[in-house]
């Protein structure tokens, strides 16, 4: 009887899985936005893709911008990473969505800079924190 019973459960999980599956998946849509603020006016190439999705390649002319949007896992692993090249053959790296470092936010803006990115978030006034969060990182060590 507690065999049956125990196949009758796993029969149902399966059935009932997609629909699980989906009400886990509706995390908040996140929006990133990239913006080309090297010093000198140089052009920026920029190539963004997670594990599962390739951004495709961007070029950026001076304090232009591109923008895209995604759901983050239900795992709490989403992981977007770019790289970034400009005039004389530079080529930088960085972690441009780690979600144990961004999770809190849904609209990312992305200063680039010569010295590294900075994250630039206004603020949307639900919270007691006034004005914007901007800091900067540095590029990351791997290669491009």
Known sequence: MAHLARSI???WLLTMLPF???ALSRSSEISVAIQNLLEDQDDLTVHCKSRDDDIGVQYLKSREHFLFHFRPNIFGTTLFYCSFAWEDGVCRR???YKYDRDKTYTD????????GPCRFIEDDGHDDKH????????WSHDSC
């Open 20 to 22: 699980f599956g989906n």
């Open 131 to 138: 004005g914007v969060d901007d800091i900067c990182f540095q």
């Open 9 to 11: 459960f796993i029969l």
């Open 108 to 115: 990312i803006t992305w200063q680039i800079f010569k010295e």
């Open 94 to 96: 960085f972690d441009i």
